[in-house]
């Protein structure tokens, strides 16, 4: 599997965006799909998890209530909607694949990465 994560870009403070990440081949569905973020200088962190059917997910406490994760496995592809962003929330953002059930709160064991896409937040 490889993942094409798109979707990021500049945004005022409580803006949205809505990232996207691509799979390629035919086990997307085979996966759970995370979201994790890096800022510069901090460790890369976990931000929303969704189950392989998409009928579960799971959020970092700094983002519940704002960001929604969902999947379209006919599509292959898991979406990250941000809303009420905030300055904290600059980070490039990566999608991850894992054989594993969710939620897995640290990037280890990842069975594929996206390439990451950044988001800035102005205040």
């Known amino acids: 599997v490889q993942l094409q994560a798109s979707g990021g870009g500049l945004v005022q403070a409580g803006g949205s965006l809505r990232l996207s990440c691509a799979a390629t081949g035919r086990t997307f569905s085979t996966y759970a799909m995370s979201w994790f973020r890096q800022a510069p200088g901090k460790e890369r962190e976990f931000v929303a998890a969704v189950s392989r059917s998409g009928g579960s997910t799971y959020y970092a406490t700094s983002v519940k209530g704002r960001f929604t994760i969902s999947r379209d496995n006919a599509k292959n592809t898991v979406y990250l909607q941000m809303d009420s962003l905030k300055s904290e929330d600059t980070a490039v953002y990566y999608c991850?694949?894992?054989?594993?059930?969710?939620?897995?709160?640290?990037?280890?064991?990842?069975?594929?990465w996206g390439q990451g896409t950044q988001v800035t937040v102005s205040s």
């Open positions: 991850a694949a894992d054989s594993r059930p969710p939620p897995q709160g640290t990037p280890y064991g990842y069975d594929h």
